[in-house]
């Protein structure tokens, strides 16, 4: 069963809301960005690998590919 | 027991076995959270004499769980390091502090939101929220400290025995509730003996308590791949992982 009986309810929590909803919001957001900062840079630094390879084959023509 | 000691040591295992668990954890832990927090918000009743401010324990006791246990995990990780020269248990080291830091912030932040309404104050100097302070400054010490060396190696050697040291700070905070005259309330949940809160808000409670480790953990593998990637750009698994998954 829910414990509160109108929308208004939830968002006002009998004076609380104010406190609650920050509270909440911010675990969100915190977490979001401990979730996503890690994801985006490994991404990055295979896009950047990536990008080194190909420049490094583009350099090197038909030889041989060097490491870097 | 010694192959999966030398599995562990090995870059590309770890990622392939890392990048496994995530497939499946991260969503299961999405989900979890995602009912936590209903649950918590609206499912629950409101504390007799707190009213709906209570609420915030949902995030409040988790965060702080989670921050302690992660202080674990990063100076056993640096004292492995330093004993044995494991290279991935640095890895793991610089992985958890970041974390560690967020989720330490995160059950400050809850604290002042929750200290306002209930003690009156965002902020007050007591044992617990003092010791907790602490914990996130030796959080931020070891990051800033592990930047500032070129050497990575000394750096991660450094670090180790500044996450060691921190450890004196640890019972300090557990037991500044019984230790200190503090405004803060002791452990409602008991391991032995009763707990003192209902189960209605126990239940949320342990979810919640669960879902933040299983978060910590994802947080951690995503930041150990990413770190592991970037030391080992050098070698051949990680430019072959670039070429196949590098293209955007």
């Known amino acids: ?68 | 027991m010694w192959s999966l000691f030398h599995k562990l040591g090995s870059p590309p295992w770890l990622y392939a076995i890392s990048g496994a668990i995530l497939r499946w954890l991260l969503p299961i832990t999405l989900i979890a959270l995602a009912v936590g927090l209903v649950w918590g918000l609206l499912f629950t009743p409101a504390d007799f004499r707190q009213g709906n401010s209570y609420r915030i324990i949902y995030i409040h006791v988790p965060a702080a769980v989670v921050a302690l246990a992660g202080y674990y995990i990063m100076a056993v990780a640096g004292a492995v390091n330093l004993i044995w020269r494991m290279k991935m248990a640095d890895v793991a080291m610089k992985a958890a502090a970041p974390i560690g830091a967020a989720f330490t912030f995160l059950a400050l932040f809850t604290g002042a939101v929750w200290g306002k309404p209930t003690w009156g104050a965002w902020w007050v100097w007591d044992a617990r929220v003092t010791s907790m302070l602490i914990l996130l400054f030796l959080y931020l010490g070891v990051m800033a400290l592990y930047e500032a060396f070129d050497n990575k190696e000394a750096a991660g050697k450094a670090c180790a025995v500044l996450s060691l040291v921190g450890m004196v700070n640890i019972p300090i905070i557990y037991k500044s509730v019984d230790w200190w005259y503090s405004l803060h309330q002791p452990a409602s949940i008991k391991l032995t003996g009763e707990s003192t809160i209902d189960s209605s808000m126990l239940y949320p409670l342990l979810l919640m308590i669960m879902v933040f480790y299983a978060l910590f953990t994802c947080c951690l593998l995503l930041n150990m791949r990413a770190e592991l990637l970037q030391r080992e750009s050098r070698t051949q698994w990680v430019k072959r992982l670039a070429a196949e998954e590098g293209v955007v």
Do not use: C, N
């Open chain 1, 1 to 68: 069963m829910m414990y509160f009986d109108s929308f208004h309810a939830v968002m006002t929590m009998e004076g609380h809301g104010v406190y609650v909803w920050t509270a909440y919001m911010v675990a969100i957001g915190v977490i979001a960005i401990v979730l996503i900062a890690p994801t985006r840079r490994r991404k990055r630094i295979l896009q950047q690998l990536a990008g080194e390879l190909r420049r490094a084959q583009h350099a090197s023509g038909s030889s041989a590919v060097k490491g870097r």
